[in-house]
């Protein structure tokens, strides 16, 4: 193997190595989306990023899914029916960065059974506030290790 071709491999393996997957986020994860389940506590440890999908999990005979803005959701107002999920097994991909919030409209779910989710989308590659250290950690053990092999190659 050349000395070029070692650096090229170095290098494709740093870059690489800092691009992330979209994920699926199962909503309420076993207890799928539901009433009397406290959404902002499972929403509170994850990173959402655009690209990432949420996947609602439900019985469509009770329950169904709004996309809202900020005031519906803090009223539990809902948009006409006709604009609810309502498969049982819906996907929303997260186009754009920023809030995004989610409620049931049937019956009372929202107002009284707290079945309402808001999370913060971050842009695809921010770092995670959480995660900033681990960020320098690999990007510090991925410069060294193209330094290891470029100083090998060498010799």
Known sequence: M??????????CMVLFSSVAMAVDHIVGDEKGWTVDFNYTQWAQD???RVGD???????????NVFKV???LFQNCDFPPQN???STGKDVIQL????RKWYICGKANHCAARQMKL?????EEGAPSPSSSAHSLA???????MLAMIAITAIF
């Open 2 to 11: 050349t000395c070029s071709n070692v650096m090229y491999f170095a290098i």
């Open 46 to 48: 994850k990173v959402f």
């Open 53 to 63: 999908n949420l996947v609602f999990n439900y019985d469509n005979s009770k329950h």
């Open 69 to 71: 803005n900020g005031a």
């Open 83 to 85: 604009e609810a999920l």
């Open 95 to 98: 186009k754009t960065d920023g």
């Open 118 to 122: 808001v999370i913060n989308v971050l």
């Open 138 to 144: 690999s990007t510090v053990f991925g410069v060294l």
